[in-house]
């Protein structure tokens, strides 16, 4: 439970610190269209944390107990991981809040060969770890569910500002490549 509280804490920070640092700026977007998604992100992972620690149930704790937690470990870690390699790839081009730079050019190398969108990944990952780290069915379900539904709802907007933006280069990159697991969807 420790752990949990202390990863959950640097996650907060980082969230926290990107948000300050890596916001866009009127000066330097061309485009801004986020449409209330940052704001409902962080709406959505306060809560998600909530009631996932309200419903956590550490009072069982077997070896099958310990194996998701070790499990739920490594999904945090591997999601920090695939979140901050997509960050530091994009450089610049990063912002919390969906919106295209004035130099903004379209990522398709690196990480964003197989993915369209590895930091929403990385941000799925990370909140599936911390719901099955809390032993309970049902915080996996007030976590995973709506992280899916607001990440799909940012995708979304993010995409439609990259078709306006970019036009047929981004749809036919759409086309090569899945939009939040590779290989799969």
């Known amino acids: 439970m420790k752990y949990l509280i202390f990863l959950s804490y640097i996650f907060f920070i980082s969230e926290f610190l990107l948000m300050l640092v890596k916001r866009s700026k009127k000066s330097t977007s061309k485009q ?19 009631f996932g620690f ?13 194996i998701m937690a070790i499990i739920g470990l490594l999904a945090i870690i591997v999601g920090f991981i695939i979140r ?5 790839q994009l450089k610049k081009a990063f912002t919390v809040d969906v919106a295209i730079g004035t130099e903004h050019k379209l990522k398709t190398d ?10 929403y990944l990385g941000m799925l990952m990370i909140m599936t770890g911390f719901a099955i780290s809390m032993n309970s069915i049902i915080s996996i379900l007030v ?5 899916i539904i ?5 995708i979304s907007v993010e995409e439609s500002l990259l078709v306006e933006a970019f036009g047929n280069q981004y749809i036919e990159y759409k086309s090569k490549t899945k939009k939040l697991i590779p290989w799969v969807y």
């Open 54 to 66: 309200i419903f956590a149930d550490y009072s069982r704790w077997g070896i099958s107990h310990l």
């Open 143 to 147: 976590i995973v569910i709506p992280m």
């Open 32 to 50: 801004q269209k986020d449409k209330g998604s940052l704001v409902l992100l962080w709406v959505t992972i306060t809560l998600c944390f909530t």
């Open 84 to 88: 901050w390699v997509a960050i530091i």
């Open 110 to 119: 690196g990480i964003y060969k197989t993915i369209r969108h590895p930091s």
């Open 150 to 154: 607001v990440l799909l709802f940012r």
